[in-house]
């Protein structure tokens, strides 16, 4: 038997998860399952910790040696709507769908205060494209309302809209399953099992229970009907899931089937610049010219060999890499701030780069550190360099128009269009 969990709620819900989300994913692969969603309450900020976590587990297992099958990742999140009795598990099934539903959340956050989000059915009906949709409603009550809220996703997206069904383990789940089923007959959206997990062992429970205490502002000894009812609502394993829909074989199928059409991972992502392109000059022939002349004013006297090093090494690694853009949009920031007399200064591991230095990002030269350039960037990271900048905090909001005057703010486009790129710490 196996089983896919696709419905999770890590701490990353404040006050209700009580585990993190890299322990759900350890545990997952503890339990033997095939897959695991993360589902936060309108967010995805719980999705890269999750990510990492997979990825060091796959890393530790090749260190051994071992095979083992991992739990594949499944990046999602729980959409709660202000005008449904119906709570929308959403999981991207590829990356176009992921920047669709970054957009989604993006448009509910806009609209709420700090910590919010407020979304309506209309807006999944508009940009909900290529996402799995799983109905959890507040009951399996086969109810008008219920009904013809699925009824109507499952006609704006057909084949791709399930009903959960989640354990509650009140000694009623034998009949709330078979309620589920007949309601999802009737809205014509198949039944998927769901464990709906708020922590990922039992031994969390005095936890989630300290978590309930806070969350409805009363002690512990007043917790009573919000307590609950037992260390269920843990990850469970498929033998678990098994005999809890023993009457339903067809629900636990479906998680798995569900899964594998959920194809994007974060591996999908990267960071994608501005092209940097001025007056028809490419972005590493300037990169080039801006950083011989600044090499020229940083040493009047000449470059010494190991200079002259250096900077070939460097532009070498970031033609190969393709950051000249990067480093060109920083460079551009920093020269604005310095020319309005905003004080700013480049901090970090880019003090160990000698084009950092020749543009004016960094004031101190990498050949006066003992630090290796490879902290900095390497071909092995796979990922862009670190440079932090330092403003000073009075002028910083003149910094950030010139970059919304010059690049551009977030574009207002419409929710079907896939977004080039959307990173999930956007809803943190």
């Known amino acids: 038997m196996s089983y896919a969990e696709l419905c999770t709620t890590t701490n990353f819900t404040f006050l209700t998860g009580a585990s993190h989300p890299e322990e759900f994913v350890t545990r997952a692969a503890d339990l033997g399952l095939a897959a695991i969603a993360i589902t936060d309450r309108n967010t995805l900020a719980g999705v890269v910790r999750a990510y990492s976590a997979r990825k060091e587990l796959h890393r530790s297992v090749q260190d051994q040696g071992r095979q083992i099958p991992l739990p594949q ?248 890499l393709g950051f000249a853009a990067y480093f060109l949009t920083v460079h551009d920031i920093v020269q604005f701030a310095r020319a309005q007399g905003i004080l700013c200064q480049g901090r970090g591991s880019a003090a160990n780069s000698i084009l950092c230095y020749a543009l004016g990002i960094t004031d101190v030269g990498p050949e006066v550190i003992t630090m290796v350039f490879e902290r900095f960037m390497s071909k092995y990271r796979g990922e862009p360099p670190d440079i932090d900048v330092d403003f000073e905090h009075e002028r910083r909001e003149e910094v950030i128009q010139h970059i919304y005057a010059k690049y551009g703010a977030s574009p207002r486009r419409s929710l079907r269009d896939g977004d080039p790129f959307s990173h999930p710490r956007r809803h943190s």
Not at 138 to 150: D, K
Not at 188 to 202: E, I, S, T, Y
Request: proline share 5%.
């Open 73 to 320: 990742l499944i990046i999602g999140c729980r959409l709660v709507l202000r005008d449904s009795a119906v709570d929308w598990i959403a999981l991207p099934t590829d990356r176009a769908a992921y920047a669709r539903l970054s957009r989604l959340l993006t448009l509910g956050k806009r609209r709420a205060g700090k910590g919010k989000c407020h979304l309506d059915t209309a807006d999944l009906h508009a940009g909900c494209a290529g996402m799995i949709l799983i109905a959890l409603p507040e009951s399996p009550a086969n109810t008008q309302t219920v009904m013809s809220h699925i009824r109507a996703m499952a006609l704006v997206y057909p084949a791709h809209v399930y009903l959960g069904a989640a354990p509650r383990y009140d000694g009623q789940d034998r009949a709330r399953f078979a309620g589920c089923a007949r309601l999802a007959h009737k809205a014509a959206a198949p039944m998927v099992a769901v464990g709906d997990a708020l922590m990922h062992h039992g031994k969390r429970l005095p936890l989630a229970d300290v978590l309930t205490c806070m969350r409805e502002h009363i002690t512990i000894d007043e917790i009573g009907p919000h307590a609950q009812l037992n260390a269920e609502r843990r990850l469970k394993s498929p033998a678990d899931m098994a005999r809890l829909f023993a009457d339903h074989p067809a629900a636990l199928k479906r998680s798995l089937e569900i899964a594998t059409r959920c194809t994007f991972s974060l591996a999908e992502l990267s960071y994608e610049y501005p092209g940097e392109i001025s007056d028809g000059e490419r972005p590493h022939d300037r990169l080039i010219r801006l950083s011989h002349a600044g090499l020229a004013r940083r040493y009047p006297e000449g470059i010494t060999k190991r200079v002259a090093a250096l900077a070939t090494k460097e532009l070498a690694m970031v033609k190969d």
